[in-house]
Each structure stands twice: as C-alpha cells, then as structure tokens.
Nanobody, 129 residues
Framework: QVQLVESGGGLVQAGGSLRLSCAAS????????TGWFRQAPGKEHEFVAA????????YYTDSVKGRFTISRDNAKNTVYLQMNSLKPEDTAVYYC??????????????????????WGQGTQVTVSS
C-alpha cells in the first residue's frame, strides 16, 4: 500500500502561483508514475499532469501547458505541481495519484481514464478573479 498526502492548496488571486506537494509513504520502494488530477464543482474529473518515476517523461493537459510544471524528488518521496499564472477556471480540488510504472504510454492511457492504484485525499485550490 502507498499513502498519498497532498498539501499546498489555498486561495490565490488570478495571475498568482501555488506549489502543490504530494508526499508518499508506505511501499515507496516500488516505482510509481504520479499524476495530478482536479475536479471542479459540477465538472468531471480531469487529468492535469503526470511524471514518470525517473522524471524523464512528463505530460500536461493542454489547458495548463506553459503554466504548470510537474517535478519529483524521489529522495523525499514527493511530487510537486508548480502552478503559475493561475486562472479562475483552475479552481478545483486537486488530487495526486500513483500507478505502478508499466510503460509511459500505458500509464497515460490509464490516467486518461482516471484509473490509478492509489489516490490522495485532495487539496482545494481557489483562484479569485
């Protein structure tokens, strides 16, 4: 089992920045690709970004490209999502998730269906206009 805990959410004005963290504990000796997802009220769960275990591969949904950066520090078992130039439409609960690495394209395919092995509890991000 892997436990994921998100932190770093909050209230920020449009144009501002936040950095979310996803700390993993438990069976972290296995290799996991990590993804960030979000869900706004009344909207579907959205796959936002992902990073491979090595950090060599990253993925971003079109709406956040150039504004969000995903990174990881495996020594700290932590994945980050740096969010810049935030917009009101970025308001949502942000979740991190982990899936055992089975090939990058396979991971992306699963994440595109919001299919992960482990999920965090979420952190609220609110962007005011």
């Amino acid at each position: 089992q892997v436990q994921l805990v998100e932190s770093g959410g909050g209230l920020v004005q449009a144009g501002g920045s936040l950095r979310l963290s996803c700390a993993a504990s438990g069976r972290t000796s296995r290799t996991y690709a990590t993804g960030w997802f979000r869900q706004a009220p009344g909207k579907e769960h959205e796959f936002v970004a992902a990073i491979s275990w090595s950090g060599a591969n990253t993925y971003y949904t079109d709406s956040v490209k150039g504004r969000f950066t995903i990174s990881r520090d495996n020594a700290k078992n932590t994945v980050y999502l740096q969010m810049n130039s935030l917009k009101p439409e970025d308001t949502a609960v942000y979740y991190c998730a982990a899936r055992e690495s089975t090939g990058w394209s396979t991971v992306i395919n699963y994440y595109s269906k919001s299919d992960a092995d482990y999920w965090g509890q979420g952190t609220q991000v609110t962007v005011s206009s």
